[in-house]
């Protein structure tokens, strides 16, 4: 799959529920690998919409629904940790977030 085929695939939770659509990756610069997929939720025509980093590691593609299904809750959606302004080059905010959403890091 092309990284611009991502981009607006829609996120659902496991009971059905549109959590929200891909907004863009984030690859770790040094391993190449995928370490979150930046989710935007929430909002009316575009309004009020929030975005926040999912591991990569919580989402599943079901091509049945053409889009990912996730076990993350709103709830956990809701109380993730906060992001920093380099949320994206700390490694604290890294490792909180990987255990708020009960996923073994990217690299390990």
Same mark, same amino acid.
């Not at 611009?4 to 610069?29: A, P, Y």
């Not at 109380?79 to 690299?107: I, K, M, N, Q």
């Given at each position: 799959?092309?990284?611009?085929?991502?981009?607006?695939?829609?996120?659902?939770?496991?009971?059905g529920?549109? #959590?929200g659509?891909?907004? &863009?990756?984030?690859?770790?610069? !040094?391993?190449?690998?995928?370490?979150?997929?930046?989710?935007?939720?929430?909002?009316? #025509?575009? #309004?009020? =919409?929030?975005?926040?980093?999912?591991?990569?590691? =919580?989402?599943?593609?079901?091509?049945?629904?053409?889009g990912?299904?996730?076990?993350? =809750? &709103?709830?956990? #959606? =809701?109380? !993730?940790? !906060?992001?920093?302004?380099?949320?994206?080059?700390?490694?604290?905010?890294?490792?909180?977030?990987?255990? &708020?959403?009960?996923?073994?890091?990217?690299?390990?």
């Amino acid at each position: 799959m092309s990284s611009s085929d991502i981009r607006g695939t829609q996120v659902f939770s496991r009971n059905g529920d549109l #959590l929200g659509q891909i907004d &863009h990756l984030m690859i770790d610069k !040094a391993s190449g690998q995928v370490a979150y997929a930046v989710m935007s939720f929430g909002g009316f #025509l575009g #309004l009020g =919409t929030g975005t926040y980093p999912l591991p990569w590691k =919580t989402l599943g593609y079901e091509s049945g629904i053409g889009g990912f299904v996730t076990d993350v =809750t &709103h709830r956990q #959606l =809701t109380g !993730a940790p !906060a992001l920093t302004e380099f949320w994206f080059d700390d490694l604290d905010y890294a490792r909180r977030s990987y255990a &708020h959403f009960g996923v073994a890091p990217y690299w390990r």
